[in-house]
């Protein structure tokens, strides 16, 4: 798991940690948290072109649809085929296994440090 | 009231005494709570005074009737509809309900009153049932996964359309349809593709094929609605190689016998299952259905009960991917589909538990052979048959169809007009049993006999008396390589209950699992589950209603076509609007027919670009669901901390979007229950810009006698007579959500090719000329005499005071709960409308108790959940109905009381969080009665909280009616992410 003081963070409730050109990214405890049981995870294609704030994917809770807004702008390498298989796991540990994709960079749009993202929830 | 109108409201035959549960002098103990002196003071100061109807605001309502007369005049309705034997066919089908089945089911309040099975605990049985439906389908259709029913045929096969748009890489508009598809289901596809950018290009599939270009998806209808039945693999095979979808429209009956769409390739099975045991019923309520093949299972609309586990780990039903719909999904959302048809679901399903695989099969062959004998009979007279494969319709070649079709009915049968010189003889379960001499129905009595081939089938036992002595099995009249040889139905659940005995005992078994309103108060807000009395239930299996076609002449149709022209009237003076069109089968789908007739006006006036629709951000996700689909863009127009829609924010999107405006939605009293005092501006706004206004009537049940929406601004409206009209919701359909508009709107409220017109001098349905919605002319006539009887027999007064009583019960509710839980909102001088939304965040705040644990504890104490978290999370919303007596409304209210007291000690720490009645609510007798009881508190206050709660005579009353849950609390999320949707093997219970 990720330190959650390295990392960065969207308004909408992603984290980015970007080490070098290829960046891991996943949704936050506290989003995780507001849409309850995790049931199903849509996510692109590995190969796919996302750009920063596009809708790429869904996470969806037995009460709620939570859209994925992609974070950074470039190329989809990976996606996390476990939690397509257990959707839990964005629940349990969103920060480490829970990591949902990664992507070549082409663009890294400023983003929030630990500071900023608590202070937008209340969490500070 | 004047003397003569309170002397006939307090008669003892009065009807509204039977209705509404409140008396005059509990009211008066109601009033004293609210703090109000009358019910005429609480709707003057609740009701905005721009928009109350005045007291002495004429109305065409006939004076109410008695239980007694009511009965009589439907009678004499009855009697001017003439029942013949039916071989129309076109996907409606003569049937033999099972009496078991008729009386257990379709006339038992313990099916028929229940809800849409939200809280599963308290619906075992009813989503076994749906489960049975949903086996039973996919089994039959060989596919995967099967939802729990669709609202009618043709509105599935538009589903089935949109389905494969949203699934299919290809990148066209492009959706091809056999030309053989069942007529109705054409007209419904033509105007929906239309709404949605759709090209559709007919094809003779069977004939030529697919035709070249591009297509997202296939329709082909088997076997045809020509009766052909031909092999569709090599169509079906061609639309996947170019990257579209096969839909396939079967015949259930047909699926014995036939290679289901599944072994020929298709990915989506569509259709009705009207001819397993329910009656026709002039076009409906029936059950439609969907199924596809794995990998298209999050692609379903509507309703798909799955299975999972409860808190002890024993296998429990539910109702899976919720957060697919429309209430969560909104604009986004892939179908308007809400309802299902659950009773006639249930009801089809158990006529399979019945009959069985064998039985069914069994019924198949008749039928078939049936249809081969007449092709027989009638080609040995000379007679062109048409096609030589067919399952149980034939097409033949005659001098002068329309003459034939008169003989025929003359004959008692109804037959069906091709065209000038093609009649159509569709067999069916009550057909098959003889009684039909083809030959002399179409006058070939006295033509030579002719030498044709002997068909290679036998009579079992040949004495010339006709096809029910056909050896069944013996026939095929289809294309050999079509012969089933797949099993279906194998589960023990369909080959267990052939005995009346056994099958009384299964439906008793279910039902007993289920609470319903014969059980006690539902107070679902929103949902409106008032009484569906015995009186308005009683025509609906009277055959001179239950067994006419949809498409039977109109003179054998009268007295249906003078009721529902009665009853059209009716609701267009109860909300001010001049047509109602009674066709849509459920509110969403008077929602589309309402929006596609202000996009049809808007067109016809050469405005195109007027697409948009403002929909407040507190309404319904239906709305915009269907708005999306009647081919308008949604705008949200924001709420204020009232509840209310903003209207600064309402004038600043008119004004952004002024020439594109095409409507506004709004619910009125709004979906926060709550009379906004401001709508009149609202209205008024939207109409300054060139705008129509839409008005969401699902809390018409708040207005009637008081307001109308025709005059306040109103330009159209759907209804729904399965809440405010008393249609029983049926454990989660049948619906009816007829839709009312203004006269400039009326061209464009729906039409239909087989709309029949009442006889002269009789004012019959409205005529119209907007795109068809439902498969039947008039939706489910079935019914429709169940609101009549209720308009009838309440009277323009009655009705008045239901609502009246209605909005007095909220109140009262409101006012005895407040200081237990917030509510949330409030109109004028304080007041709720007909519902309260009781906000449990500070409670949850404070003690952790959660709103699922309240839900939950509720069922302990005897009660039906009220909404949760609709339309505000952490929330409930009660809707109490005016025909809940205050007994039963006090015993809910000590209820609730006696929970926040519980709540309180599990904050106050007396109770751990993690082990207290609240969170492991609802208690099973098993787990009470376990040898084992590790928990904080006793065993007593797991199942018989009332001991110390309640009081007086409601505590009598709930202890004799304790209801236990079948199962413990269910894991939602365990069964979204093991998707089961058919029965689980009888094993997994052991």
Redesign the interface.
């Known amino acids: 798991m990720a330190n959650e003081q390295d990392l960065q963070y969207t308004a909408d409730h992603e984290w980015v940690d970007a080490d070098g050109d290829v960046v891991t990214v996943g949704i936050t405890g506290y989003a995780a948290a507001q849409l309850g049981d995790i049931v199903y995870v849509d996510l692109p294609k590995v190969g796919d072109e996302v750009e920063a704030g596009q809708v790429i994917g869904e996470l969806e809770s037995t009460k709620s649809v939570g859209e994925l807004f992609c974070p950074v702008s470039g190329t989809v390498t990976a996606v996390n085929a476990d939690v397509a298989a257990s959707p839990e796991v964005v629940n349990s540990d969103p920060l480490g296994a829970g990591w949902l994709l990664k992507v070549q960079v082409t663009g890294l749009p400023d983003l929030l440090d630990k500071a900023a993202y608590d202070a937008l929830t209340g969490a500070a | 009231m004047t003397d003569l109108a309170t002397r006939r409201a307090l008669a003892d035959d009065a009807f509204r005494r039977r209705h509404i549960g409140t008396t005059v002098d509990t009211q008066e103990r109601m009033l004293d709570a609210v703090g109000v002196g009358s019910t005429d003071e609480l709707m003057a100061r609740a009701v905005p005074a721009a928009i109350q109807l005045a007291d002495d605001a004429p109305s065409t309502l006939p004076p109410a009737a008695t239980e007694r007369q009511a009965i009589a005049e439907l009678r004499a309705l009855a009697a001017k509809n003439t029942v013949r034997t039916s071989m129309i066919g076109l996907g409606y089908s003569g049937t033999i309900t099972p009496a078991v089945i008729q009386r257990n089911v379709l006339e038992n309040p313990s099916w028929y009153t229940a809800y849409t099975p939200y809280q599963p605990e308290i619906s075992q049985g009813r989503l076994e049932a749906l489960l049975n439906f949903q086996t039973m389908v996919a089994d039959l259709t060989g596919l995967t996964t099967a939802n729990a029913s669709m609202l009618d045929e043709s509105t599935a096969v538009v589903e089935g359309m949109l389905l494969a748009r949203r699934a299919s890489r290809a990148r066209t508009a492009r959706f091809v349809v056999d030309a053989d598809t069942l007529p109705q289901t054409r007209a419904v596809l033509a105007g929906r593709a239309e709404a949605v950018g759709i090209e559709l290009v007919e094809a003779d599939l069977a004939g030529a094929g697919l035709p070249e270009g591009d297509l997202f998806g296939v329709l082909v209808q088997y076997p045809g609605a020509s009766g052909r039945v031909w092999d569709p693999s090599a169509v079906i095979a061609d639309a996947k190689e170019r990257g579209g979808l096969a839909v396939v429209a079967a015949d259930l009956l047909a699926m014995t016998l036939l290679t289901p769409p599944g072994e020929l390739g298709a990915d989506v099975a569509v259709g009705s299952s009207q001819r397993f045991g329910v009656p026709m019923a002039m076009g409906g309520p029936h059950a439609g259905f969907m199924a596809v093949r794995a990998g298209l299972e999050?692609q379903l609309p509507g309703r798909l009960v799955g299975v999972s586990k409860d808190a002890d780990g024993q296998p429990a039903y539910r109702l899976s991917?919720?957060?697919?719909e429309q209430h969560?999904?909104r604009e986004k959302a892939t179908s308007n589909i809400c309802t299902a048809q659950v009773l006639l679901a249930v009801m089809a399903s158990m006529y399979a538990v019945y009959h069985g695989p064998a039985g069914l099969r069994w019924i198949a062959e008749r039928v078939h052979a049936s249809a081969a004998d007449a092709a027989h009979r009638l080609r040995r007279r000379g007679a062109t048959v048409r096609h030589a494969e067919f399952f149980d319709s034939i097409e033949v070649e005659v001098a002068d169809a329309a003459a034939t079709v008169e003989q025929a009915r003359a004959q008692g049968v109804w037959v069906r007009f091709v065209d000038r010189t093609t009649v159509a003889l569709a067999f069916d379960e009550v057909t098959a049993a003889g009684g039909v001499d083809v030959v002399s129905l179409l006058g070939l009595g006295d033509a030579a006999l002719v030498d044709v081939e002997q068909p290679e089938w036998r009579y079992a036992h040949d004495d010339g008396s006709g096809w029910s002595a056909l050896a069944p099995g013996a026939v095929r009249s289809f294309p050999q390589q079509l012969r089933r040889t797949s099993g279906f139905l194998s589960h023990p659940v369909f080959n267990t209950f052939h005995s009346e005995t056994g099958m009384m005992r299964y439906l008793k078994y279910l039902a007993d699992l289920d609470y319903a309103l014969d059980r006690g108060m539902i107070p679902l807000g929103s949902c409106t589950m008032k009484l569906n009395a015995a009186t308005e239930m009683a025509a609906v299996t009277w055959p001179e209603f239950a067994d006419l076609h949809p498409f039977a002449p109109a003179e054998d149709v009268a007295g249906s076509l003078e009721l529902i022209g009665e009853l059209e009237g009716w609701l267009a003076d109860l909300t001010g609007y001049d047509s109602v069109s009674l066709q849509p089968n459920a509110g969403s789908q008077g929602e589309l027919a309402g929006l596609l007739a202000i996009r049809g006006y808007h067109r016809a006036n050469g405005d195109e670009d007027r697409t948009v629709c403002l929909i407040p951000s507190s309404a319904h996700g239906t709305n915009a669901a269907s708005a999306v689909l009647a081919g308008l863009k949604v705008v949200v127009v924001a709420c204020d901390e009232l509840g209310n829609v903003d209207l600064a924010d309402l004038r600043a999107k008119v004004a952004a979007h002024a020439d594109r405006l095409a409507a506004l939605m709004i619910t009125y009293p709004s979906t926060h229950g709550v009379y906004e005092h401001e709508v009149r501006a609202v209205t008024d706004a939207v109409h300054a810009a060139g705008g129509q206004v839409y008005i969401d009537g699902a809390n018409l049940n708040a207005l009637v006698g008081r307001a109308r929406f025709g005059d306040f601004g109103g330009d159209v409206s759907h209804l729904n007579l399965h809440k405010t009209f008393c249609i029983p919701h049926g454990g989660g359909g049948p619906g009816v959500g007829p839709v009312a508009a203004k006269a400039h709107l009326a061209p464009h409220l729906p039409s239909h090719p087989f709309a029949q017109e009442a006889p002269a001098g009789v004012r019959g349905p409205g005529r119209f000329g907007g795109t068809p919605v439902s498969a039947a002319p008039f939706g489910s006539p079935g019914i429709l005499p169940i609101s009549w009887a209720y308009v009838r027999m309440m009277g323009a007064d009655g009705l008045r005071d239901a609502t009246d009583a209605a909005v007095l019960a909220a109140n009262y509710v409101a006012a005895r709960l407040a200081g237990a839980y917030p509510v949330l909102y409030r109109g004028d001088d304080g007041l709720v409308a007909h519902e309260c939304i009781l906000d449990l965040r500070p409670m949850t705040e404070s003690t952790g108790v959660t709103v699922d644990d309240v839900a939950k504890r509720l069922v302990d104490y005897g009660f039906h959940a009220p909404t949760m978290?609709f339309p505000v999370p952490g929330t409930l919303m009660v809707e109490p109905t005016e025909s809940e007596d205050l007994g039963e409304i006090d015993r809910f209210v000590e209820a609730m009381l006696a929970i926040r007291g519980e709540a309180e000690r599990v904050g106050a720490g007396e109770w751990p969080a993690d082990d207290n009645p609240l969170r492991n609510a609802p208690h099973t007798a098993r787990a009470v009665t376990d040898t084992v009881w590790p928990h904080a508190y006793s065993r007593e206050v797991a199942a018989y909280p009332f001991e110390d709660a309640i009081r007086g005579e409601a505590r009598l009353r709930a202890v004799r009616g304790k209801y236990w849950p079948p199962v413990r609390r269910i894991d939602?999320?365990y069964g979204?992410?093991n998707l089961v949707c058919a029965c689980p093997p009888p094993g997994a219970f052991e």
Do not use: T, V
Not at chain 2, 321 to 324: D, I, W
């Open positions: 999050r991917l919720q957060a697919r969560i999904r978290s939602q999320a979204d992410r």
